[in-house]
């Protein structure tokens, strides 16, 4: 499974950053969150609108909203992502829900009910250069039992970081600049030679 993870501020405009996405979701990804932390919800709401629209309806299936239930509601998507601290959010059954998760802890505590699971940082990663890395002992231990849903998140920009994402075991992949930059598409091949 490869997810795509949005990210405004790496486009110089509003019709590049729209255009990008809607193009991403008509590649060989699984999903793409759009996770716009420092938007107002009417914002969020306008960007998946325009791309859904863009898309034709074709890329609801695949489009998942960080942490705003109600506007995955007003657009009829299915999935709603969750940041660590909301994994304890009441769920409504029509919903799937996927989290980002930084411990083991907190991974066991969702894993049962979650769509897929985000864990995160694998490496050192630009966008949080100051978080430690989770150790490789540390995700081997963790993918022994929670490998189908569990997907790698954090440092993966080129073959060689995600060959050993790979290697440590992980069957699923997230990236955020990776795949918002212009060689998206070298991004999403490698991915799959490799066999995500």
Known sequence: MIIAISDRTLFKSRVDYINHLTKL???????????????????I??????????????????LIIHKHLDIAEKLGLTTLHLPETMIDTPKKDK??????????ENLTKVYQQANFVLISPIFITTCKPYATPLS??????ILQKYQAKTV??????????????????F????????????????????CRQLGF
Do not use: V, W
């Open 25 to 43: 979701l008509s590649q060989d990804i699984d999903y793409l969150i759009l996770r716009e932390k420092d938007l107002p919800k009417g914002e």
């Open 45 to 62: 709401l306008s960007i998946a609108r325009e791309i859904i629209s863009e898309n034709n309806q074709t890329c609801k299936h695949k």
């Open 95 to 104: 919903f799937r829900f996927s989290y980002s998760i930084h411990n083991k």
């Open 136 to 141: 490789t002992d540390y995700l081997t231990d």
């Open 152 to 169: 790698a998140l954090g440092g993966l920009y080129n073959y060689e970081s995600i060959k050993k994402a790979k290697e440590i075991g």
């Open 171 to 190: 069957t699923n992949i997230a990236m955020r600049s990776s795949l918002m930059e212009s060689s998206y598409l070298d991004m999403i091949n490698i």
